[in-house]
């Protein structure tokens, strides 16, 4: 079963605080969460192999270490995953980024799909699916389905708060997919929406409703 991982760090608890404010406004409301994207990248790519290099410094030669191993690829859900793509190409300016359009149909709940464009070697890239909510999970679990069915091999999934509800559906469906969060909350409401949450995140990123 794929591990769920908070990621606890002290920068990160704070400014989701503000993120989760209500009186928190658009502008400061993106800015927070690229923020926090940055700071998550930076705890998510803690594992990445390394391997060995000679270089010269103005002083001698010396062996020194670079990133070896998959490439990565970033894989916001549209739209609001969006909100932490700059975030994380602070730290992964390299990566590449396919896009997966889902909304959820607000009766039904479902997701429903209207784009996807991916990097042509999918297969051969450690790819990290953002959204920042995980709230029934159907949408991670279609973006997941989706780039499985193109090839995606390595997929981890990376959201700011997710409900137990969609941490479940992600692991009984996807169980070699880890979950990397900035927090576990307690349950979702009667509308699907994460208890306590941040409400919409779509809809506070763009500044819609
Ligand atoms: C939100 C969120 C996730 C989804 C989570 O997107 O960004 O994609 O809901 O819910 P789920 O786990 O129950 O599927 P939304 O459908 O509101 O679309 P948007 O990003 O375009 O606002
Ligand atoms: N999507 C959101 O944007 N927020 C929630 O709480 C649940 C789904």
Redesign the pocket.
């Known amino acids: 079963m794929g591990n769920v991982h908070v990621l606890d760090h002290p920068l990160i608890q704070h400014k989701l605080s503000y993120i989760r404010d209500k009186n928190t406004g658009t502008k400061e409301f993106r800015e927070l969460v690229d923020e926090v994207a940055m700071l998550m990248a930076f705890e998510i790519t803690r594992n990445l192999p390394l391997q060995e290099t000679t270089i010269e410094t103005p002083v001698m030669e010396t062996k020194t270490k670079v990133l070896a191993g998959k490439k990565i690829g970033l894989v916001p859900?549209?739209?609001?995953?969006l909100g932490m793509v700059d975030g994380m190409l602070k730290l992964i300016p390299a990566a590449k980024v396919g896009h997966v359009?889902?909304?959820?149909d607000p009766e039904t709940?479902?997701?429903v799909e209207y784009y996807i464009k991916l990097p042509s070697d999918i297969e051969e890239r450690e790819l990290i699916v953002i959204?920042?909510?995980?709230?029934?999970?159907?949408?991670?679990?279609?973006?997941i389905d989706s780039l499985k069915k193109r090839g995606a091999k390595n997929i981890r999934l990376m959201c700011l708060i997710a409900?137990p509800e969609?941490v479940e559906?992600i692991q009984e469906q996807h169980p070699d997919v880890d979950i990397y969060l900035a927090a576990l909350d307690e349950k979702?409401d009667e509308k699907?929406y994460i208890v306590p949450g941040l409400g919409?995140?779509?809809?506070r990123?763009?500044g819609?409703k």
């Open positions: 859900i549209l739209r609001a995953g359009g889902l909304y959820r709940l479902k997701p959204d920042p909510m995980l709230a029934t999970g159907g949408s991670a679990n279609d973006a409900a969609g559906v979702l699907a919409d995140a779509g809809d990123l763009f819609t």
